[in-house]
């Protein structure tokens, strides 16, 4: 199977048209229109057995409003396609809409419509409309330049170490082996429903990122769903620059490892590159952690508290086709 980097990397090739907008998490298109859409898929993203169709309805929207925050927008519409097996009920489908309705609400997102389809497996795919300020520079993967600093907002590897609380649940459901788990030692109950919640509920970052993209006339931005990591290779490789990543800077939750921060993902934190000088303003939004550094060069390093630079690798952040 190909990598997903291989799929996009031909899709550029074959549509021409779409090679401008394929780099980052969202398009911005005329009239400061930003579009972006994605999929949850049963067996893949969720399973009836550990979550409830509210939480899926909540992360379905709120995955595709990260790539919003990601470009410094604010979400408007969206559109919602159901793609659905024969034995779903209308209460299980009222009950999406719940979580779907609840997310919009909060984030000011109006749905509009969507399409319905017959499937063997669940398939939520929505698009989401927002809007850029007029007159903001576009907040791309490209736009880090050597001298800049890297910054981030939240904590990270919370998601993925609530991905094994609820690996660990449906293990103890379907009595079936899930080697690799982290280890809970030491995590009351109530830690673990939280970590939970933290992934199946992930927050926008849509305020912080609005704010990140007034403060600056240049800024690269992505959100953290791939992983801590990813995001800096991604970074690294469209703006041509080498970043250096601070491990002793990382923004680490208590039972939070350096591995899971860095290549567990579904974060949906923000993760950036300004100027010393924009980054002054940014350290005023609260949350803000500067991580690391921008350089001459190329790639992605993480600086080991013994002062080693290892390279950070995208082999094992998240992949969609593994």
């Known amino acids: 199977m190909p990598t997903e980097q291989e799929i996009l990397n031909l899709i550029r090739k074959i549509t021409p048209d779409s090679k401008k907008y394929l780099h980052d998490d969202a398009a911005i298109i005329e009239n400061n229109l930003v579009l972006t859409t ?11 057995k550990t979550y409830t169709p509210e939480e899926i309805g909540w992360k379905a929207l709120a995955v ?10 604010k979400p408007l ?30 984030y000011k997102t109006k749905i509009i419509g969507g399409n319905l389809a017959r499937s063997i497996e669940i398939n939520i795919t929505i698009m989401v409309i927002g809007k850029v300020r007029a007159g903001l520079a576009p907040a791309l993967r490209s736009n880090a330049k050597p001298g800049d600093l890297v910054f981030a ?16 649940r449906l293990k103890e459901l379907t009595k079936q082996s899930r ?31 609005v704010k990140i993209a007034k403060s600056c006339k240049r800024v690269a931005l992505m959100d953290t769903s791939d992983g801590l990591a ?11 620059v080498k970043i250096i990543l601070d491990e002793e800077k990382i923004p680490l939750s208590k039972n939070v490892t350096v591995n899971l921060a860095l290549y567990g993902g579904e974060d949906y ?30 790639g992605a390093f993480l600086k080991q508290r013994n002062s080693k630079l290892v390279k950070l690798d995208l082999k094992k952040s998240y992949e969609h086709f593994k």
Request: charged letters at 20%; proline letters at 3%.
């Open 38 to 48: 994605d999929t949850l898929v049963e067996n893949t993203h969720f399973t009836l």
């Open 230 to 240: 990813n995001c800096l290779i991604q970074i690294a490789n469209e703006s041509k």
């Open 77 to 106: 519409y969206a559109l919602v396609s159901l793609s659905l097996p024969g034995k779903i009920s209308l209460q299980w489908i009222k009950n999406l809409y719940k979580g779907i309705n609840s997310c919009a609400k909060k």
């Open 153 to 168: 907002t939240g904590t990270f590897g919370d998601s993925a170490l609530g991905f094994n609380v609820i690996a660990r």
């Open 269 to 298: 934190q923000l993760i950036g590159t300004a100027s010393i000088n924009e980054i002054k303003k940014i350290k005023k939004i609260k949350g803000i952690h500067i991580i690391g550094k921008v350089l001459k060069g190329k």
């Open 179 to 209: 080697p690799g788990l982290h280890k809970m030692i030491g995590i009351a109950s109530s830690g673990k429903a939280l970590l939970a919640m933290t992934h199946k509920k992930p927050i926008p970052q849509i305020e912080k990122g």
């Open 64 to 73: 595709n409003l990260s790539d919003i925050a990601a470009m410094g927008g």
